[in-house]
């Protein structure tokens, strides 16, 4: 089996890096916040080992991929359309498998394009209809206040300049070590990255070496790529009104962890659970994990099998 492999491909008027491995059915595995294609990195080798052509991109803003500087380059039409570019370069449909904003990404893409997409797996973020009263960010704020995390990631460079006050591998180890279930709101006056612990013991499921691969990555292109997503979203809201109402035609597995920020305390168990998210998506399959929000690599062999018994629903081209 050829090892992973890296180039760059041009896209919807950028270049994206990608990692790739494997031959056979095309396999897009998109990333979340704040991650890069190397959150993949066990779903990678699991499915070009079973037969798939896997490819895993950094995301505009992400890694080795281009960062355009305005926040208006970040909308769900931009990202969609880097995605749409990357098929066109292999020329086909695919299956795709996203977390975090790689699952808003995801339900997008099977929402504008569903002739792309032969079956989505999304993980952590469920699709929501987009409320016709409130933007999505105005709303956030006035529901959680100045602390949630979301509110403060809007005004440029204001995350960042905290972020300053940690070295880059401190910085995403608050991030993506995170074990609090509830919603990331700092006390009034504080600033999310002062708020979130640093763990003194890592968890099994990765190592300081692996984290470092992450810190490296960021000190080179640093936060506000990865920031301006939040930046864009109450202009995503302006820009689907289109789509107001429209459902998810494509095959669907949904994952959540069962400890994933938020789940309980937001209503988004009872959403996950209820009428409202299958009446949208309607082809849908969801799994509950034991597990937290980066669920790819902490129970990142459930993860891969689960992916893998979704791909084999459908028949071999």
Do not use: C
């Not at 569903?114 to 529901?143: C, D, H, M, Q, W």
Request: without cysteine.
């Amino acid at each position: 089996m050829h090892e992973v492999s890296h180039q760059r491909v041009k896209t919807n008027g950028i270049w994206l890096h990608i990692a790739e491995q494997g031959t056979g059915p095309l396999v897009l595995l998109l990333h979340g916040f704040p991650e890069i294609w190397y959150s993949w990195r066990h779903q990678i080798s699991f499915l070009a080992n079973h037969g798939y052509h896997v490819v895993a991109p950094d995301l505009r803003g992400y890694g080795d991929s281009d960062s355009p500087v305005s926040p208006t380059s970040y909308t769900v039409m931009h990202l969609v359309g880097d995605i749409i570019g990357l098929l066109d370069h292999f020329g086909e449909q695919a299956f795709m498998v996203g977390h975090d904003w790689g699952a808003v990404i995801g339900w997008h893409l099977a929402l504008f394009r569903p002739e792309r997409v032969k079956g989505l797996i999304n993980l952590s973020v469920p699709y929501y209809s987009r409320n016709p009263n409130a933007k999505f960010a105005e709303s956030l704020i006035r529901t959680y206040g100045d602390g949630f995390y979301i509110s403060q990631f809007q005004e440029p460079g204001r995350a960042e300049r905290a972020f300053t006050r940690y070295d880059y591998l401190t910085v995403i180890k608050k991030f993506l070590l995170i074990t609090q279930t509830d919603n990331l709101i700092a006390p009034p006056g504080m600033e999310i990255i002062d708020y979130l612990r640093t763990l003194s013991r890592l968890p099994p499921w990765i190592t300081e070496e692996e984290l470092q691969v992450y810190a490296d990555k960021f000190q080179e292109s640093g936060f506000t790529g990865a920031l301006n997503y939040y930046r864009a979203m109450d202009l995503n809201w302006e820009l689907t009104a289109p789509w107001q109402g429209s459902k998810i035609t494509v095959p669907v597995k949904f994952m959540v962890g069962k400890n994933d920020l938020g789940f309980e305390v937001s209503g988004v168990r009872q959403y996950v659970e209820g009428n409202i998210f299958r009446s949208l998506v309607p082809n849908l399959e969801i799994v509950f994990l034991d597990g937290h929000h980066f669920l790819q690599q902490e129970k990142h062999l459930e993860v891969s099998e689960e992916i893998l018994s979704f791909l084999r629903k459908f028949p071999a081209e």
